[in-house]
Nanobody
Framework: QVQLVESGGGLVQPGGSLRLSCAAS????????MSWYRQAPGKERELVAS?????????NYADSVKGRFTISRDNAKNTVYLQMNSLKPEDTAAYYC?????????????WGQGTQVTVSS
């Protein structure tokens, strides 16, 4: 059974850091593209970062987070991370882990439950 469980959100002051975790089960994270999305109140969900398959693990970032956020994975723990540094109030949002994976013969979308990140002084 495919499952994504996020953790690590919270309240942080501007300029601070947080690390989000996405623990996956039911598939192998290194075999698929894993992504982090975020959604702020009144706004559409947007792609923040993604990490590709295999050893190359090519990463991509939204322009708004380049140089501040880093996506990575730990294959042994089957977990994907989002390290967020130099946080800004505009980074405040619910953050979601996402994967598209073949499950029981069908290509399906899976989302985690979300973790709230609030950047405020």
């Amino acid at each position: 059974q495919v499952q994504l469980v996020e953790s690590g959100g919270g309240l942080v002051q501007p300029g601070g850091s947080l690390r989000l975790s996405c623990a996956a089960s039911g598939f192998i994270v290194s075999n698929v593209v894993m992504s982090w999305y975020r959604q702020a109140p009144g706004k559409e969900r947007e792609l923040v970062a993604s990490i590709g398959v295999g050893a190359m693990a090519i990463t991509n970032y939204a322009d708004s987070v380049k140089g501040r956020f880093t996506i990575s994975r730990d294959n042994a723990k089957n977990t994907v991370y989002l390290q967020m540094n130099s946080l800004k109030p505009e980074d405040t949002a619910a953050y979601y882990c996402y994967v598209k994976v073949i499950d029981k013969g069908w290509l399906r979308d899976y989302w985690g439950q979300g973790t709230q990140v609030t950047v405020s002084s």
